[in-house]
C-alpha cells in the first residue's frame, strides 16, 4: 500500500527535534520558522513538555469520555485563568477542524437557526461545515455545498450590514479568523470586528471567533480578538494548544446550556492530550510566552522592515507575513535550501509567512533575518547578471 499522494513534500526527512531547530537524517540542521502551520509553541521537545508526557504515559494514556479524567478539570482551569475567560466552559476535541464543526453546530442548537457568515480568505477546515465556510473552491466537494453558508468580504462593514438585512432572523452565526493565516494574515480592523458583534448581539446571532492559529499567545494577546476588547460567544482553539500532539477545543459562553449527548467525541480530551495541553500552558505562563512573542515579533519586523522587495509586513506578535514585490516562492526555496531555514506560504503568492515558536530568541531570529537579507539582494544582483 502507497501513501494517497495528496501533499506536495520537500525531499527532507526530520528524525531529531529540539527548541527551534530540526535535524534530518543526514544531519543537516534547520531553523525552524514555520512550526508546522504554527503548532509548536513551545519549541521543539520542551523539557516540561516532555516529562510530563513521558510521566502520564507510564500511568494511562487513554480512555473514553464515559468517566472522570481530572486533567481535564486542570486543563480548563488553566486555560481560563490565563486567556482570561474564567466563566466559559470547555469542549475538547481532536483538532481546529473539529472545533469549528462542533462550535457551528453548537450555535445551530442554540437558536435554532441554519445560516452561517464567513468571509473572503477565510480557512476554517477541511471538514462538513468548517470547509464550506472556508474560502477555497478547489477543496470543497460538492456533497459540502449549501445554501446555508454566506461569503462577506473581508472588513467589508457595508456589504455585512447588508447580508444581515437580506437574511433576517435566518443566521445562525458569524464566523471569523482572530486574524487570517493561511488568507495571508489579514488583520481584523477594529471598526469590522465591533461591527460583527453588534450586528450578532442585536439578532441573536452567535459569534464565533477562529483563534485556531492566532490564539495561544500568537499575537502577543493571548487571543487575537482582544486587542479590540471584544467577547465572542464561542472561541475555537487547536494547532498550539498541544505543541504537536493533536488536541482541539470551544470555549464555550455562559448563555450555552450543556445537556447529556449534545456533543461528543471518542478521543478528545484523552489524558495525553490533557497533559500536553496543561504542559503547554505551563511553559507559557512561567517563561512569560506572551511577552516574548510580542517582543521578538517588534524585533524581526524592525530588522527587514527596510529590506529590498518588502512591499509590506502585517504583524501581530509572532503571526507575520511578509509581502514581497514578487511570488515568495523562490526566496522560501533559497531559504528552505541554501540558508536551511523553514518558513510558510499562504494563499497570497507574495506572502512569506513566518510562525516561528513562541520562545525563539533573538540570536535564532537573527538567522532568519541575515539570510532573508541575503536572499533579498541577492534578487537585484541575478537581474543585473541577466542584463
Same mark, same amino acid.
Given at each position: 500500500?502507497?501513501?494517497?499522494?495528496?501533499?506536495?513534500?520537500?525531499?527532507?526527512?526530520?528524525?531529531?527535534?529540539?527548541?527551534?531547530?530540526?535535524?534530518?537524517?543526514?544531519?543537516?540542521?534547520?531553523?525552524?520558522?514555520?512550526?508546522?502551520?504554527?503548532?509548536?509553541?513551545?519549541?521543539?521537545?520542551?523539557?516540561?513538555?516532555?516529562?510530563?508526557?513521558?510521566?502520564?504515559?507510564?500511568?494511562?494514556?487513554?480512555?473514553?469520555?464515559?468517566?472522570?479524567?481530572?486533567?481535564?478539570?486542570?486543563?480548563?482551569?488553566?486555560?481560563?485563568?490565563?486567556?482570561?475567560?474564567?466563566?466559559?466552559?470547555?469542549?475538547?476535541?481532536?483538532?481546529?477542524?473539529?472545533?469549528?464543526?462542533?462550535?457551528?453546530?453548537?450555535?445551530?442548537?442554540?437558536?435554532?437557526?441554519?445560516?452561517?457568515?464567513?468571509?473572503?480568505?477565510?480557512?476554517?477546515?477541511?471538514?462538513?461545515?468548517?470547509?464550506?465556510?472556508?474560502?477555497?473552491?478547489?477543496?470543497?466537494?460538492?456533497?459540502?455545498?449549501?445554501?446555508?453558508?454566506?461569503?462577506?468580504?473581508?472588513?467589508?462593514?457595508?456589504? +455585512?450590514?447588508? $447580508?444581515?438585512? *437580506? #437574511?433576517?432572523? %435566518?443566521? /445562525?452565526?458569524? &464566523?471569523?479568523?482572530? @486574524?487570517?493565516?493561511?488568507?495571508?494574515?489579514?488583520?481584523?480592523?477594529?471598526?469590522?470586528?465591533?461591527?460583527?458583534?453588534?450586528?450578532?448581539?442585536?439578532?441573536?446571532?452567535?459569534?464565533?471567533?477562529?483563534?485556531?492559529?492566532?490564539?495561544?499567545?500568537?499575537?502577543?494577546?493571548?487571543?487575537?480578538?482582544?486587542?479590540?476588547?471584544?467577547?465572542?460567544?464561542?472561541?475555537?482553539?487547536?494547532?498550539?494548544?498541544?505543541?504537536?500532539?493533536?488536541?482541539?477545543?470551544?470555549?464555550?459562553?455562559?448563555?450555552?446550556?450543556?445537556?447529556?449527548?449534545?456533543?461528543?467525541?471518542?478521543?478528545?480530551?484523552?489524558?495525553?492530550?490533557?497533559?500536553?495541553?496543561?504542559?503547554? +500552558?505551563?511553559? $507559557?505562563?512561567? *517563561? #512569560?510566552?506572551? %511577552?516574548? /512573542?510580542?517582543? &521578538?515579533?517588534?524585533? @524581526?519586523?524592525?530588522?527587514?522592515?527596510?529590506?529590498?522587495?518588502?512591499?509590506?509586513?502585517?504583524?501581530?506578535?509572532?503571526?507575520?507575513?511578509?509581502?514581497?514585490?514578487?511570488?515568495?516562492?523562490?526566496?522560501?526555496?533559497?531559504?528552505?535550501?541554501?540558508?536551511?531555514?523553514?518558513?510558510?506560504?499562504?494563499?497570497?503568492?507574495?506572502?512569506?509567512?513566518?510562525?516561528?515558536?513562541?520562545?525563539?530568541?533573538?540570536?535564532?531570529?537573527?538567522?532568519?533575518?541575515?539570510?532573508?537579507?541575503?536572499?533579498?539582494?541577492?534578487?537585484?544582483?541575478?537581474?543585473?547578471?541577466?542584463?
Amino acid at each position: 500500500m502507497n501513501l494517497f499522494n495528496v501533499y506536495p513534500l520537500f525531499n527532507i526527512n526530520p528524525v531529531k527535534a529540539e527548541g527551534s531547530f530540526l535535524w534530518d537524517e543526514n544531519g543537516q540542521q534547520y531553523l525552524d520558522f514555520y512550526g508546522g502551520h504554527a503548532v509548536i509553541s513551545i519549541g521543539h521537545n520542551h523539557p516540561h513538555y516532555v516529562e510530563k508526557l513521558k510521566n502520564q504515559l507510564e500511568k494511562i494514556s487513554f480512555y473514553s469520555n464515559s468517566v472522570e479524567n481530572k486533567i481535564q478539570e486542570e486543563l480548563a482551569k488553566k486555560l481560563g485563568e490565563l486567556s482570561g475567560y474564567e466563566d466559559y466552559s470547555l469542549f475538547l476535541c481532536n483538532s481546529g477542524a473539529e472545533a469549528n464543526e462542533n462550535a457551528l453546530k453548537l450555535a445551530s442548537f442554540h437558536n435554532n437557526k441554519k445560516k452561517v457568515i464567513y468571509f473572503s480568505e477565510a480557512f476554517h477546515g477541511r471538514t462538513s461545515a468548517s470547509v464550506a465556510v472556508t474560502d477555497n473552491l478547489k477543496i470543497i466537494a460538492p456533497v459540502n455545498v449549501s445554501e446555508n453558508f454566506i461569503k462577506c468580504e473581508f472588513n467589508n462593514s457595508e456589504e +455585512l450590514v447588508k $447580508i444581515f438585512a *437580506e #437574511n433576517q432572523n %435566518e443566521i /445562525s452565526a458569524v &464566523i471569523v479568523e482572530g @486574524i487570517q493565516g493561511i488568507g495571508g494574515i489579514n488583520l481584523l480592523t477594529k471598526d469590522f470586528i465591533l461591527t460583527i458583534e453588534k450586528l450578532c448581539r442585536e439578532n441573536d446571532v452567535v459569534l464565533i471567533l477562529d483563534e485556531v492559529q492566532s490564539g495561544y499567545g500568537r499575537s502577543g494577546k493571548f487571543f487575537a480578538h482582544q486587542e479590540f476588547g471584544t467577547k465572542p460567544d464561542l472561541i475555537t482553539v487547536a494547532k498550539g494548544m498541544g505543541n504537536g500532539f493533536p488536541i482541539g477545543g470551544v470555549l464555550i459562553s455562559p448563555k450555552f446550556e450543556a445537556s447529556y449527548g449534545l456533543l461528543g467525541t471518542t478521543f478528545g480530551g484523552n489524558h495525553l492530550a490533557c497533559v500536553a495541553g496543561l504542559a503547554v +500552558l505551563e511553559v $507559557i505562563e512561567k *517563561e #512569560n510566552l506572551i %511577552e516574548n /512573542s510580542e517582543k &521578538i515579533g517588534a524585533y @524581526i519586523e524592525e530588522k527587514i522592515k527596510h529590506f529590498p522587495h518588502i512591499k509590506n509586513i502585517k504583524r501581530r506578535g509572532l503571526m507575520i507575513g511578509i509581502e514581497l514585490d514578487q511570488a515568495c516562492e523562490d526566496v522560501r526555496k533559497e531559504l528552505l535550501f541554501e540558508h536551511f531555514i523553514f518558513t510558510g506560504n499562504a494563499n497570497h503568492k507574495n506572502v512569506l509567512r513566518i510562525l516561528p515558536a513562541l520562545n525563539i530568541s533573538e540570536k535564532e531570529s537573527n538567522l532568519f533575518i541575515n539570510a532573508l537579507e541575503k536572499t533579498l539582494k541577492a534578487i537585484d544582483v541575478e537581474i543585473v547578471e541577466l542584463k
